[in-house]
């Protein structure tokens, strides 16, 4: 995502305004876009610092992609209309001054200090930064299959996605707009193929997306989340015609008042209501979002009015101004804060103020980027710039220069090292690999596990079909040991395997990362009859609790034999209605107990790894205690008896 300036150079005036309205705006500004701008980057901090404060706030993205197709296309069709062509050249250089010097600050400073903080910041680092140099991260961040919705390792770089999407954008479109502009005949027509182009990409983003594979694909592929820099661009040509995109019509100006309120309502309820787990957000939702922003782009451009005298407000300008750095520093900031401050994220008060922190010091950052670094550039031009900082230097002393000229090679050396050094996995990649052999359970195992009782399972033949877990067990309800415990999950539980054999005695795992409820209800039917009388089901850490797949394995499993189901955790939105379904489908099963993992780590500090997802060492006893409590509790519900639990020490 990169923020255009407002200003369209130098004699792009704009028309005259309606018969009766004065305007005051300096020449060849478009007032109120920074507004826009203000309100779209604190909708996406809002939504990095906690997704659960603002779930669509990630719709700010969009709000900035119709904002900078409208500019772009704005500042081509007035530089064709005036020069009678397009200085291709001229048009690239003035990008690469807006974009590339707060980009090649920010690279090089996160990544040294990402390298004293946490090193687990730097999985992956070399090709985020082969991506954010190139603009090429939403492809590269594609083929490593990242997940931006559900990313439990972190990415120091994700948030340069948009940035390569966007300029992207700008290396192909001025030569379509070109084209356009010397052989489409009309601005209709143009603006028609804009928006051709623009439903294009919004159906192929709903037909691509599959809620089994995430979202990632769709949303970072540059071909179907194309629609709102389309729609900004389709209004550009609308707006460069005569009749003003329809503004000049008798017509609009009755419909304007309510057509632009219920724009701004339906943004704002966009905003506030749609999460990724919501399929209408990518099979129309980020679409719609952009069809409101457009609205609202063209009300504040037209006239006066109310809404831009709001966006025009000092404060809003003033960050507004500053968006592009506020959106590359901010994500980069809270994952250097959260790991600098570990304790902050375990308590309400301290992970408050963490937040806070994390948006101060963005706020600095962005300021000093503004100010020392992308203003002078964009008044000097590179080599401008690189004469001054050189004169500076030259005349500050043979003892400045010589620690300047100093600093600068040890920062690159290290830099160096530290790119060539970086962690390839996560310390809680490390475990839960070093843990997966001992989760896994090969399927022909099952069939030597005595069922309850002594009876012994009939053996499966080769290429038979595995019968369902139906099979009649003799359940005492009585506590179960961990030699009468089936365990089927996810990392969550390969991560507590250790911790679980050692309060279950026994157990058999069947545990995998990233595993969901589709595979977990087939490795339920697959073992059958063999099923032991307790099992353990914890499921939907990265894709979420999928109901009708998590009712067909506890019909699966059947009324006799005692369920734990573990409830999820994680600063996601979709965590609280998740755990809301886990517990309404443990309604009217009597054999079915909830393990309340998220609400047990309420007021606890320690229990997480650095991922705030997985349970660390300590938070891995917990997790198996919580679940063994949840047996307790289902064997008192049946057998009228409470069960004494030993208080085991941690080893």
């Not at 007035?78 to 250089?93: M, P, Q, S």
């Not at 902050?344 to 963005?362: E, H, I, N, Q």
């Not at 697959?526 to 394995?553: F, K, M, P, Q, W």
């Amino acid at each position: 995502m990169s923020v255009e300036s407002p200003s369209l150079g130098p004699g792009a005036a704009t028309s005259a305004p309606p018969s009766g309205i004065r305007e005051t705006r300096p020449r060849g500004r478009l007032p109120g876009l920074d507004g826009l701008r203000a309100a779209a980057i604190v909708a996406v901090l809002v939504f990095h610092l906690d997704p659960r404060w603002l779930p669509g706030g990630f719709l700010g993205v969009d709000v900035f992609f119709v904002i900078s197709g409208f500019l772009i296309t704005t500042l081509l069709v007035r530089e064709h209309a005036r020069e009678g062509r397009v200085d291709l050249r001229g048009f690239w250089t003035r990008r690469a001054r807006r974009l590339l010097p707060a980009l090649l600050v920010l690279v090089p400073s996160v990544i040294l200090l990402a390298r004293l903080v946490e090193a687990d910041l730097l999985v992956g680092i070399r090709r985020q930064a082969l991506g954010a140099l190139t603009f090429t991260s939403n492809w590269l961040e594609i083929a490593a299959g990242s997940d931006y919705f559900h990313s439990t390792a972190p990415q120091l770089l994700m948030n340069l996605w948009s940035l390569a999407v966007e300029e992207q954008f700008y290396l192909v479109w001025p030569l379509v707009a070109l084209a356009l502009l010397r052989l489409a005949p009309s601005s209709r027509a143009r603006a028609g193929v804009a928006v051709v182009l623009a439903l294009a990409s919004a159906v192929l983003m709903a037909v691509r997306y599959d809620p089994e594979l995430g979202a990632t694909r769709v949303y970072y592929g540059t071909d179907t989340h194309l629609m709102g820099l389309m729609l900004g661009a389709a209004l550009a040509f609308a707006w460069a015609a005569p009749h003003r995109a329809w503004t000049s019509t008798a017509r609009w100006q009755r419909v304007r008042v309510p057509v632009v309120a219920a724009s701004a309502l339906v943004l704002v309820a966009l905003v506030a209501l749609l999460d990724e787990a919501t399929s209408f957000t990518f099979r129309g939702g980020i679409l719609l979002a952009s069809l409101a922003t457009s609205v609202l782009v063209l009300a504040v451009v037209e006239r006066p009015s109310p809404l831009r005298s709001v966006l025009e407000a000092p404060l809003l300008r003033w960050v507004g101004e500053r968006s592009y750095g506020l959106y590359l520093w901010h994500w980069p900031v809270i994952l250097i804060v959260e790991a600098d401050l570990p304790w902050a994220a375990r308590s309400s008060d301290g992970y408050l103020w963490s937040r806070l922190w994390c948006v101060v010091v963005t706020v600095a950052l962005a300021d000093l980027s503004y100010r020392i670094i992308e203003s002078p550039v964009r008044r000097r031009g590179f080599r401008g710039t690189a004469r001054h900082a050189l004169h500076t230097i030259r005349y500050a002393g043979t003892r400045t220069a010589r620690i300047v000229w100093s600093s600068v090679a040890v920062l690159a050396i290290a830099l160096t090292a530290v790119l060539l050094t970086a962690p390839t996995r996560t310390r809680v990649e490390a475990l839960l690999d070093a843990n997966a052999a001992a989760a896994r359970v090969a399927p022909t195992a099952s069939a030597s596990v005595p069922l309850p009782g002594g009876a012994t399972p009939t053996p499966q033949a080769s290429g038979a079909a595995a019968p369902a877990a139906t099979g009649k067990v003799v359940q005492t309800w009585a506590m179960p040991t961990g030699a009468e415990i089936d365990g089927v999950g996810d990392s969550m539980m390969v991560g507590s395997v250790h911790a679980l054999r050692y309060y279950f005695p026994g157990i058999r795992m069947d545990a995998r990362s990233n595993r969901q409820w589709a595979e977990g209800f087939s490795v339920v039917k697959a073992r059958g009859a063999s099923t032991r009388r307790a099992v353990v089901l914890a499921l939907g850490t990265n894709a979420g609790t999928d109901i009708d797949r998590a009712r067909a394995t506890l019909d699966a499993l059947g009324p006799d034999r005692m369920v734990v189901l573990v409830t999820l955790h994680g600063r996601i939105n979709r965590i609280a209605s998740d755990n809301a379904a886990l517990k309404e489908l443990a309604k009217g099963r009597d054999n079915v107990a909830v393990a309340d993992w998220d609400a047990a780590l309420e007021g606890t500090s320690g229990q997480l790894q650095s991922d705030g997802i997985h349970p660390s060492l300590k938070g891995a006893h917990l997790y198996a205690r919580t679940i063994r409590q949840a047996f307790a509790d289902l064997s008192e519900r049946h057998t009228g008896k409470a069960v004494a639990l030993e208080e085991l020490p941690l080893p």
